[in-house]
């Protein structure tokens, strides 16, 4: 089993930052990809941005330049600088951990409760 736990959100003006953390704990064999994940209601969840174990990140299009996801491997963990944020950026944000447990072999994705992130003024 694996837990996930994200932390960070907060309300922010627009145009600050927040800076998002995703905890990666349990039987863990090894995880694989990570990605930070955003929903608004009645809205399907996104994908805002993803990273490999190897470090190449993908992002959405509408956070390019904005949003910077990292990682240390060391540590479980994930992370999801927010720069110049904007209303539109409101939502929660969810983080996802695609991993091995020591006992199940294949590959699961496991997912955090979410954190809120609310841009305005």
């Known amino acids: 089993q694996v837990q996930v736990v994200e932390s960070g959100g907060g309300l922010v003006q627009p145009g600050g930052s927040l800076r998002l953390s995703c905890a990666a704990s349990?039987?863990?064999?090894?995880?694989?990809?990570m990605g930070w994940y955003r929903q608004i209601p009645g809205k399907p969840r996104e994908l805002v941005a993803g990273?490999?174990?190897?470090?190449?990140?993908n992002y959405a299009d509408s956070v390019k330049g904005r949003f910077t996801i990292s990682r240390d491997n060391a540590k479980n963990m994930a992370y999801l600088q927010m720069n110049g944020l904007k209303p539109e950026d409101t939502a929660v944000y969810y983080c996802n951990a695609n991993a091995r447990t020591r006992s199940y072999a294949v590959i699961t994705g496991y997912w955090g409760q979410g954190t809120q992130v609310t841009v305005s003024s």
């Open positions: 990273v490999t174990s190897g470090g190449s990140t």
């Open positions: 349990g039987s863990i064999f090894a995880i694989y990809d």
